[in-house]
């Protein structure tokens, strides 16, 4: 991953995975050694929202999943992450989002948005806007989410894509987690070394510990790791 000033227009795509770009040949040959180890043309995960192995037939049960408000409802007093319950029916099983560093890390979300119109087209306001579920397609080779997910408005539901309960803390720990990712991008580091199933879930028992010592005794029930 290149980390020269620059537009994403402007850098190149290794052609092999399609997940790491670079600002000329010259980098990307400087990069190959370290990047070659995870260099396979499975590890794209631009195109998740395409591949039929990442979608399962919905349970025969609802599952517990969690709703983000967008910003006006927030405004209007709504608790940033609450609790619902999702049917088999629901939309999110046959056009939910997969969350990409979820799934790197071993915990795969799906998200749903729950718009009736083309976005496009809608009239823009703020208040419509959800920038914690952007944050959750956040493209782990860029550190920002995919242009065709620019526009994620209104409130969206978000479940477990192993069928089982997502709890509003498990949620606001892989947020944060997130966010710890979008650090290592500012700080001009590159995030691979972190997006691993171990280096997840240690992050989950420090934040857990974390949240307890600071007296959130729900966090008491969250099991790490998840």
């Given at each position: 991953?290149?980390?020269?000033?620059?537009?994403?227009?402007?850098?190149?795509r290794c052609s092999?995975?399609?997940?790491?770009?670079?600002?000329?040949?010259?980098?990307?040959?400087?990069?190959?050694?370290?990047?070659?180890?995870?260099?396979?043309?499975?590890?794209?995960?631009?195109?998740?929202?395409?591949?039929?192995?990442?979608?399962?037939?919905?349970?025969?049960?609802?599952?517990?999943?969690?709703?983000?408000?967008?910003?006006?409802?927030?405004?209007?007093?709504?608790?940033?992450?609450?609790?619902?319950?999702?049917?088999?029916?629901?939309?999110?099983?046959?056009?939910?989002?997969p969350s990409p560093?979820?799934?790197?890390?071993?915990?795969?979300?799906?998200?749903?948005?729950?718009?009736?119109?083309?976005?496009?087209?809608?009239?823009?306001?703020?208040?419509?806007?959800?920038?914690?579920?952007?944050?959750?397609?956040?493209?782990?080779?860029?550190?920002?989410?995919?242009?065709?997910?620019?526009?994620?408005?209104?409130?969206?539901?978000?479940?477990?894509?192993?069928?089982?309960?997502?709890?509003?803390?498990?949620?606001?720990?892989?947020?944060?987690?997130?966010?710890?990712?979008?650090?290592?991008?500012?700080?001009?580091?590159?995030?691979?070394?972190?997006?691993?199933?171990?280096?997840?879930?240690?992050?989950?028992?420090?934040?857990?510990?974390?949240?307890?010592?600071?007296?959130?005794?729900?966090?008491?029930?969250?099991?790490?790791?998840?």
């Open positions: 991953m290149c980390f020269r000033e620059g537009s994403p227009q402007q850098l190149m092999r995975c399609k997940t790491s770009v670079y600002c000329s040949s010259i980098c990307q040959s400087t990069d190959w050694p370290t990047h070659k180890s995870r260099c396979s043309p499975t590890a794209s995960l631009s195109s998740m929202s395409s591949r039929p192995s990442l979608r399962r037939a919905p349970p025969s049960h609802a599952v517990v999943g969690v709703i983000i408000p967008c910003n006006a409802e927030r405004a209007q007093g709504a608790p940033a992450l609450q609790t619902s319950i999702v049917q088999p029916s629901h939309p999110i099983y046959h056009c939910g989002l560093i979820s799934h790197a890390v071993g915990f795969p979300l799906l998200l749903y948005r729950h718009i009736t119109e083309d976005p496009s087209k809608m009239i823009r306001h703020p208040g419509l806007d959800n920038q914690t579920a952007m944050h959750l397609l956040t493209q782990p080779s860029t550190g920002i989410a995919l242009n065709q997910y620019a526009e994620l408005v209104y409130f969206v539901t978000v479940i477990r894509q192993d069928g089982q309960p997502l709890t509003c803390e498990a949620l606001e720990t892989t947020l944060l987690y997130i966010d710890h990712v979008l650090d290592l991008f500012l700080d001009g580091v590159s995030p691979w070394h972190r997006l691993n199933p171990t280096s997840f879930q240690s992050f989950c028992q420090r934040y857990k510990d974390e949240r307890i010592q600071s007296g959130y005794r729900d966090f008491d029930m969250m099991r790490v790791p998840f």
